[in-house]
């Protein structure tokens, strides 16, 4: 069946501007994640979505992310006022209730000039 | 706090020789899973293997085989008879708790295997 899909495959944006991140878990999915990969940082946590539970947002690094997830499918990572350090590949993932192999998207590689 | 370690950061190995990727981890909980993922140059991350933290029981699957041993904390990858397709990054990530949890992932191991 299809895999997680991302949305846009690539993103070149301007230091200070918003941008919207999204992620399609594979269906029947009901826990979603988010990682950020950097060659400084390499893979991090940022947030985790499991069915109506109050996601987890302990790995997000300001208040400038932020993520939801309508009608527990699509979810969105918004990063507002880019800054350079932003830059980076956001991976999104989803694995099926009660088990714990997370499966990861292509990712979406964000580029902040 | 959990942590994992991937000492290794880059092998560099001639196609058809074995070659072992080395994981040690670090938490508290009795509870946790251990994972391996590769990261072709394509860039998508492929799961490899799950065990979780009452299962030492060593686990082959082709080429592949895992050393699991809680003494050491360590969580060991062997590729046998390597070949061209193996070149990759290796990530070894443990997660603790409850279902689904985050994971906490080593910075990786880049696999070169050369023809």
């Known amino acids: 069946g299809a895999g997680v899909s991302q949305s846009p495959s690539n993103k070149v944006t301007e230091k200070g501007k918003d941008v919207e991140l999204r992620c399609d878990p594979i269906?029947?999915?009901?826990?979603l994640y988010w990682y950020r990969q950097s060659l400084g940082q390499g893979l991090e946590f940022l947030i985790y979505?499991?069915?109506?539970?109050?996601?987890?947002k302990s790995g997000l690094p300001s208040d400038r992310f932020s993520a939801e997830r309508t009608g527990g499918s699509v979810s969105t990572l918004t990063i507002q006022r880019t800054q350079q350090e932003d830059s980076a590949v956001y991976l999104c993932?989803?694995?099926?209730?009660?088990?714990?192999?997370?499966?990861f998207g292509p990712g979406t590689r964000l580029t902040v000039t | 706090a959990q942590k994992v370690t991937q000492a290794q950061t880059e092998i560099s190995v001639v196609e058809k020789e074995d070659v072992t990727l080395d994981c040690v981890y670090e938490?508290?909980?009795?509870?946790?899973?251990l994972f391996w993922y590769k990261q072709p140059p394509s860039g998508e991350l492929v799961f490899l293997i799950r065990?979780?933290?009452?299962?030492?029981q060593n686990e082959i699957s082709g080429r592949y085989s895992w050393n699991f041993q809680k003494s050491t904390s360590s969580f060991n990858f062997t590729i046998t008879a390597s070949q061209v397709v193996d070149s990759a990054v290796y990530f070894c990530?443990?997660?603790?708790?409850?279902?689904?949890?985050?994971?906490?992932f080593g910075k990786g191991i880049t696999l070169s295997v050369r023809p």
């Open positions: 993932a989803s694995s099926l209730n009660l088990r714990y192999e997370q499966y």
């Open positions: 269906s029947g999915h009901t826990a």
């Open positions: 979505f499991q069915g109506n539970s109050a996601p987890d």
């Open positions: 938490t508290r909980d009795t509870t946790y899973y």
């Open positions: 065990r979780n933290s009452f299962d030492e």
């Open positions: 990530a443990l997660s603790v708790g409850g279902a689904n949890s985050k994971l906490t």
